[in-house]
């Protein structure tokens, strides 16, 4: 029953390697939407009771959670693992300018948003994950990945 949280920047695949997660049957969070997060004082940021709702109630299987949040450090003892999928700036501005199902990162101001938290939260990341994978990878070799992680 293992609970690993899926961080990274934006466009490194964290929502759309749920989605292959969730396909194989395990629980998965993306905790990109007003239920898991909120604003706060102009930062989005995880709703700390929900995420600690999720995390304290979860007893079922594996549970995956995504996000990338100036809080979610405080999480870090209640997940098994804490992943840091990682991939080039080309990379993660072409799925950016690809997807359709999150606006996020179109306009000049958010690339260059992008572009400077690779530059500058990555890091931060990558100090406190207990592994990095290689976002350009295929899905399904991410979710193998991550499931061997988790011990399933």
């Not at 466009?11 to 898991?36: C, F, I, M, Q, Y």
Request: hydrophobic share 40%.
């Amino acid at each position: 029953m293992a609970k690993v949280l899926v961080t990274g920047m934006s466009g490194t695949g964290k929502s759309s390697v749920l989605r292959v997660l969730a396909g194989r049957g395990h629980g998965v969070v993306d905790t990109d939407g007003a239920e898991w997060s909120e604003w706060v004082d102009g930062d989005w940021i995880w709703n700390e009771h929900a995420i600690g709702e999720l995390l304290a109630s979860h007893d079922g299987g594996h549970l995956f959670v995504a996000g990338c949040r100036t809080n979610q450090s405080r999480f870090y003892d209640r997940f098994d693992e804490v992943v840091l999928l990682s991939a080039p700036a080309a990379t993660l501005l072409a799925r950016i300018d690809e997807r359709t199902d999150n606006p996020y990162g179109k306009s000049a101001e958010e690339r260059e948003l992008v572009l400077r938290h690779l530059e500058q939260v990555e890091p931060l990341l990558r100090a406190t994950a207990t592994a990095e994978l290689d976002a350009t990878a295929p899905l399904e070799v991410l979710a193998d990945r991550l499931e061997r992680l988790a011990g399933a």
